[in-house]
């Protein structure tokens, strides 16, 4: 999980912290060397977290911290302020041209999932109610046009290729027209990449740039590789120029130094960044949320943000009402199952959820194939057994679960869950119980 490692540190020391009641300079002091610890070992830029340790430390020593009742507190609060600071403070949004198309411009080294965050990026655009057009100027790596129109094709949206034997300039001069005359209103130009930075490749990206006038230059960088990744971002920055980045593989990154030192070093926002395999697993980047993640105060916004696309509000209704009147039955608990898969994957929902334990989630086995298991199940029992759960004996049982190739075992376990909840939903119902405060949560 992102930042898993540092999250860790750091709740560790705001939990000491905490613990302490009042706090002296002493405490602030050795609180701020495990910090800058646990930054420098998340692969943070050096000059960074001296900066940041300072700044902390020249805040959390004043006077309305040490005499506040909740010292600890306090200091988390700064913490976090600066956190948010350091990463950009708000959100950085693309600028979108008044006279389309927006062209927006990817660049960065080979191996760093250009293609792949074009796509995504195309397909993020799309759901906002934009127009995309790939353009594919990659004409050196071998199948890069190939692999563009692959993922062009997954997301439905339309290609601009002209082969691998014509000038990149030429191409992205051609798309520009081309999205013009079939009303794109976003170009996105998949640009060549190199194993390191050369003269080369700056020269045919400077060619680009001068030839069609990019809105954005957005470098994607892989975070994996740490800081190597923000001294590239650096270079680009020197040489070209560029207005954000795209900060790809962020959910296989434990430390999370590249998300943390690119703002610092570069001076340019991360605007987008890549939380999974899927095409759909690109994310705006909110720098407030993320410290919040870090901190263990866990990312509200963002899980309401899913919870809106996947759940259909239509739908929402109607269940609800089911659940006041007792009608939920095993058809609406797959329906809500599937619409929990489509907000992603499992340990990333929780890791949202507020006062979650990074070091518990660690522990537990979060197993997005175990909703699949489910809707097998759930799948192999007649229209009669989904209303009725009830009429299900031993046969029925085992029937169900040489269809769904599981065992009765996972079928009694799957009916026990589904009891309980419908018990839960009666509590919710039940407005003596919920005044009093006397709910049973089966499940916590």
Same mark, same amino acid.
């Given at each position: 999980m992102v930042f898993e490692s540092l999250s860790s540190k750091l709740q560790n020391t705001f939990k000491k912290l905490k613990g302490k009641g009042k706090l002296n300079e002493k405490d602030i002091k050795e609180a701020m060397r495990e910090v800058k610890l646990a930054l420098l070992e998340a692969d943070v830029n050096f000059k960074v977290v001296k900066d940041f340790v300072k700044t902390v430390s020249e805040k959390a020593v004043g006077e309305e911290v040490l005499k506040s009742l909740t010292p600890g507190q306090h200091v988390i609060k700064i913490v976090n302020e600066e956190l948010t600071s350091l990463m950009g403070s708000t959100q950085s949004k693309i600028v979108f041209a008044s006279k389309p198309p927006t062209i927006l411009m990817l660049v960065g080294l080979q191996g760093a999932g250009k293609t792949t965050a074009s796509g995504k990026l195309a397909g993020l655009l799309s759901k906002q109610g934009k127009k995309p057009l790939l353009a594919a100027c990659d004409i050196y790596r071998p199948a890069a046009i190939k692999q563009l129109q692959v993922v062009g094709g997954q997301l439905d949206i339309p290609v601009f290729t002209m082969g691998d034997k014509q000038n990149p300039v030429d191409i992205a001069k051609a798309a520009v027209e081309h999205a013009r005359s079939n009303n794109n209103d976003v170009l #996105? #130009?998949?640009?060549? +990449?190199?194993?390191? #930075? @050369?003269? %080369?490749?700056?020269? %045919?990206?400077? @060619?680009?740039?001068?030839? $069609?006038?990019?809105? %954005?230059i957005l470098m994607v960088v892989d975070a994996?590789? +740490?800081?190597?990744? $923000? @001294? $590239?971002?650096?270079?680009?920055n020197e040489k070209l120029g560029i207005d954000g980045v795209i900060m790809t593989?962020?959910? +296989?990154?434990?430390? +999370?130094?590249?998300?943390l030192s690119v703002r610092a070093v570069t001076g340019k926002p991360i605007k987008f960044a890549g939380v999974g395999e899927k095409l759909t697993d690109l994310e705006p980047f909110f720098p407030d949320r993320m410290a919040s993640r870090i901190l263990g105060m866990g990312d509200v916004l963002s899980l309401i943000d899913k919870a809106q696309e996947a759940f259909d509000e239509e739908r929402a209704m109607e269940l609800e009402k089911k659940l006041r009147t007792q009608q939920f039955a095993l058809d609406d608990f797959l329906e809500q199952l599937q619409q929990m898969k489509n907000m992603g994957p499992l340990d990333q929902i929780l890791g949202m959820m507020p006062g979650m334990n990074q070091k518990a989630l660690k522990n537990v086995d979060i197993d997005d194939k175990h909703l699949d298991h489910v809707e097998a199940i759930i799948k192999s029992m007649t229209p009669k057994e989904r209303t009725d759960p009830a009429i299900i004996n031993s046969s029925r049982k085992r029937r169900i679960a040489m269809g769904s190739g599981m065992r009765v075992q996972d079928v009694n376990n799957l009916l026990k869950q589904f009891t309980q909840m419908q018990k839960m939903m009666k509590q919710f119902n039940n407005p003596k119980k919920l005044k009093k405060g006397k709910m049973n949560f089966p499940f916590m």
């Open positions: #996105i #130009i998949d640009t060549a +990449g190199r194993l390191h #930075i @050369n003269e %080369e490749l700056m020269d %045919e990206l400077h @060619n680009i740039k001068s030839s $069609v006038r990019p809105s %954005e994996m590789t +740490g800081q190597d990744a $923000v @001294n $590239v971002a650096q270079s680009f593989k962020l959910d +296989g990154d434990t430390r +999370g130094g590249a998300a």
